[in-house]
């Protein structure tokens, strides 16, 4: 088995605004260097790292918007969000919890802090991954699963834990329901205790360093906020906390398909994403009251 090279490690540099909401770096597509076929099938990551809000009565966020062939997957690391969609899904995460929207055919969502959250205010740090669908999924009907930390399966070690999201750690299998091979964990390591991870060596491979300091393959340092960017020349890394640390790790085959993305669709063919525009316009993507 052949080690996994760290390919570039990223910190993030300007921040932008989703809705009043989010206070968001964008590390995929990063357009300098990795776009969305590179990290395929994750073909955005959205990283808003903590950051507090003061209280407010009216919440923040960001209002009804559509998407259309992809899944949204977001992870609370601190505060809390609602979500409600024109499908009927909705829900409320908090810290440590995932909410996993398959926008497929076509939803209507929007996306706030939580109400009695925001009246208090706080530290708020969250990710908001898009996982692209294959075509034959691109106009399935849309499903929301929400992956409440408490259900989440944990391989321990060393008052060490995986939580595993989707796909496979060590035999311990995610809930997340997924279109095509996704690993999403949550590595939560206490200082010096480190662990190894195994995907085939196509599949697209990232580190975000949510808290403390790590070390790959005992090599390269990754301080927290850091996006890390894996190469494709084997299957095997290392991850070894400098100090207690939170790592989201994920890994993907990629989907090997056109991708035209425009705004919130992302499709296969510039026609298709025509067609999503003037469905939405046509509400075809249902109704969810502002
Ligand atoms: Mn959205």
Redesign the pocket.
Known sequence: MKTRTVELVVAPGSFHWVGDGFRVHTFIPDSLRINMERMNPFILMDYNPTYNFPASDIPKG?GV?P?RGFE?VTIAYKGKVEHHDSSGGGGIIGEGDVQWMTAASGIL?K?FHEKEWSKKGGDFQMVQLWVNLPTKYKMSEPTYQPIENLAMSRYKFDDSEIEIIAGEYKGMKGNARTFSPVHLFNARLKKNSGTEFDFPANYNTALLVIEGKIMINDTETAPADNFVLMANNGEQFNVKALEDSVVLILSGEPINEPIAAHG?FVMNTRQELIEAFEDFNNGKFGYLED
Do not use: A, G
């Open positions: 960001v918007h998407h949204t969502h996306e919130p």
